[in-house]
């Protein structure tokens, strides 16, 4: 036996489990510490973080790191961009629920954004530089901004 064909094969040894797939097991996941506060906006503590963005949808969310961690539209359909990147106008998609079974509207998104950027020092950035957040209708959300910010959907 060669040198190599033993490696490979002691190495399809050592690695069973990538050949198991299939199987079903719990991932169970324990934070570093309790669940003490289920609102993201008031507190630091990265197991609320890591909670609210297992539960809780955003308007974009980010890719992997193998993706360069780009936005992608989560609550949103899409965006446009207008006036220079001073104005930018999201879309919420269709079926969006809150847990009682009422639909999400833009003004919901609107007062959460206002909330978020009241504390979060990006949101903080992103509000200096803006002039109204605006809900003209149940899906449009409507960012009318001083100076263009690109960094809006990583907001």
């Known amino acids: 036996m060669r040198r190599r064909a033993l490696l490979a094969a002691v190495g399809a040894l050592a690695v069973p489990a990538i050949g198991r797939a299939a199987t079903r097991q ?14 993201p906006i008031w507190t630091t503590n990265s197991a609320t973080r890591n909670h609210a963005l297992m ?3 955003t308007l ?3 890719t992997g790191a193998a993706n360069g961690y780009a936005c992608t539209p989560q609550m949103v359909e899409g965006h446009v961009v207008e006036d220079d990147g001073r104005t930018w106008r999201l879309r919420l998609r269709d079926g969006l629920w809150f ?4 639909p999400v509207l833009a003004r919901d998104c609107a007062a ?3 909330r978020w950027g009241a504390r979060d ?3 903080q950035a992103l509000l200096a530089r803006t002039n109204e957040v605006a809900a003209p209708d149940d899906r449009t959300i409507v960012f009318r ?11």
């Open 55 to 57: 539960v809780f949808d």
């Open 121 to 123: 020092a990006f949101g």
């Open 26 to 39: 719990v991932l169970r996941f324990v934070p570093q510490s309790d669940l003490g506060v289920l609102d």
């Open 99 to 102: 847990h009682d079974g009422t």
């Open 145 to 155: 901004l001083k100076t263009p910010f690109p960094q809006l959907p990583n907001a």
């Open 60 to 62: 974009y969310g980010q």
């Open 112 to 114: 959460s954004i206002r």
